[in-house]
């Protein structure tokens, strides 16, 4: 093996202790499509300004993937959204997708795509959990803006299993009808 390779291996495993998140088998693109409300998230820098109403939007592209319309109100109560596309990965489950919120010329850059790992999902495609390999980012999702307290529970243990710091979750407030 090349030194790059090797190089690029242990940063892999460094980051997320070898351990690759559990994913789900049984997402349906045409399912998943559809919006989205942000239940709670690991706080993270690009939602920094995002004071409520958080919600992603998921249409299928004809190649195969997503085109993805995150929206939030923010604390002046102005909404901004972020338009992006999500792609599947060679030889990966449906669950497994890369993200890029940047302008399509830099998409031939690697770093523009982030890890997307759907790792729980309900047969009825009514929550999701969403995680990145390196346990920094964390999303609980759902058709509706809120979620009983006991699923949520089951949910957030399942994260906790796989390893993320689900002690710094941050419920979302959704004030729009």
Not at 44 to 56: E, L, W
Not at 129 to 140: A, Q, S
Request: hydrophobic share 40%; with cysteine; charged share 20%.
């Amino acid at each position: 093996m090349s030194a790059h390779i090797l190089a690029t291996l242990a940063m892999f495993l460094a980051i997320s202790d070898g351990k690759p998140l559990t994913v789900v088998n049984n997402l349906d693109p045409a399912k998943y499509a559809g919006r989205w409300f942000e239940i709670a998230r690991l706080p993270n820098r690009f939602q920094n300004r995002c004071a409520s109403d958080v919600t992603a939007e998921y249409h299928v592209r004809p190649e195969g993937g997503f085109v993805v319309v995150n929206r939030c109100r923010n604390g002046g109560g102005d909404v901004t959204d972020a338009s992006g596309v999500a792609r599947s990965t060679n030889g990966a489950p449906a669950s497994v997708l890369k993200v890029r919120f940047a302008p399509a010329v830099l998409s031939v850059l690697p770093f523009v795509w982030g890890d997307y790992q759907v790792i729980a999902l309900d047969d009825g495609h009514t929550y999701s959990v969403v995680g990145t390999p390196d346990r920094k980012y964390l999303w609980i999702l759902a058709r509706q803006p809120q979620m009983g307290a006991e699923e949520y529970n089951q949910l957030v243990e399942l994260a906790r299993k796989q390893g993320f710091a689900v002690e710094r979750l941050a419920k979302t407030s959704h004030t729009a009808p």
